[in-house]
Nanobody, 123 residues
Framework: QVQLAESGGGLVQAGGSLRLSCAAP????????MGWFRQAPGKEREFVAS????????YYADSVKGRFTISRDSAKNTVYLQMSSLKPEDTAVYYC????????????????WGQGTQVTVSS
């Protein structure tokens, strides 16, 4: 099982920015597709963004397109989620996930998950 560790969550005012980090074991982000998901209280977990292991192509949920950016740094074994223009509805626990199968927006395709980091956006 791949150990993933998210960090960078916190409390921010609406319109502000945060950068989440997902630290992975060496080489993992080069051979796994990586994704970010989130779960708000009382809601189902939802896809946020993902990045392909091969060409670095990305997918975004419509709700975050143009505001969030996923990226990876292979030298640091880290995947990032840069979040800007944050809204109260972005409040959730954000999870990093990894899969060796397909580059997907569906959480059931991801096999390995981090513990999550809380993001709270105040109005």
């Amino acid at each position: 099982q791949v150990q993933l560790a998210e960090s960078g969550g916190g409390l921010v005012q609406a319109g502000g920015s945060l950068r989440l980090s997902c630290a992975a074991p060496r080489w993992i982000i080069s051979i796994y597709h990586m994704g970010w998901f989130r779960q708000a209280p009382g809601k189902e977990r939802e896809f946020v963004a993902s990045i392909s292991r091969s060409d670095g192509s990305t997918y975004y949920a419509d709700s975050v397109k143009g505001r969030f950016t996923i990226s990876r740094d292979s030298a640091k074994n880290t995947v990032y989620l840069q979040m800007s223009s944050l809204k109260p509805e972005d409040t959730a626990v954000y999870y990093c996930a990894a899969t060796r199968r397909v580059h997907s927006t569906t959480d059931r395709e991801y096999d390995d998950w981090g513990q999550g980091t809380q993001v709270t956006v105040s109005s």
